[in-house]
């Protein structure tokens, strides 16, 4: 399956992170906000489509970041992250998913899901770059 992720940054260069719920697939654990891409629509337009229904955010301008596979025993996935570098909108958890902001440097990489830990070492690495 293709699961999109999308990374927020604040002003302060935090970026945020969802909670898993309870009784879904990790739950607890702490992921970049996203989620499956469904037949037939773009990446961009699944990304955008997962920030307005997680988080009540209209997407303006993403730019992709590094897209990782992961094989959770049993079931794949290529998880596909992007920067979004505008939106509008203040994200709200609206699925009931406990929300926060982190710098990326101060995030214990065991909270996160196995798959988003590749991503955040990918996002560290290119804010120390830039
Ligand atoms: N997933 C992940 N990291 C994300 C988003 C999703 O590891 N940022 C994984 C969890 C599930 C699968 O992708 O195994 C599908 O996600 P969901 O259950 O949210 O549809």
Redesign the pocket.
Known sequence: ?H?M?GLLRDADGRVLLAQ?PPG???AGMW??P???REPGETPLAALARELREELGVTLQHAEPLVALP?N?GG?E?L?DAWRVEAWIGEPRPLEGQALQWQLPALVDMAIL?P??RPILQTLIEACSAA
Do not use: N
């Open positions: 399956m699961v992720a898993r879904k697939h990790l992921e970049f996203g989620g499956k992961w959770y079931h996935l998880l899901t798959a988003d």
